[in-house]
């Protein structure tokens, strides 16, 4: 069964609210990202799952992760 008709299943009310924010949405979103926005909108208390790596998509930063550790030097 595919994610969509899962969610459509389990979660109708937050479906249609995805499926309304993908429409109204002035730059093209996907229907899975409006599905976490409506989700998160909806049930805040699931934030905790966000938090630990359920993004739409990677985050891209200059700063170092401080949870991974910096390789070797080689120097020293």
Do not use: F, I
């Not at 905790?48 to 120097?75: E, I, K, M, Q």
């Amino acid at each position: 069964m595919k994610l969509v008709l899962w969610r459509a299943v389990l979660s109708p009310l937050t479906s249609l609210q995805a499926l309304l924010l993908q429409r109204r949405s002035k730059t093209p979103l996907s229907y899975d990202t409006a599905w976490r926005q409506a989700r998160m909108l909806h049930a805040p208390d699931e934030m905790v799952y966000r938090l630990h790596g359920h993004h739409a998509a990677p985050v891209l930063s200059d700063t170092p992760d401080p949870a991974r550790p910096s390789p070797p030097d080689p120097t020293g």
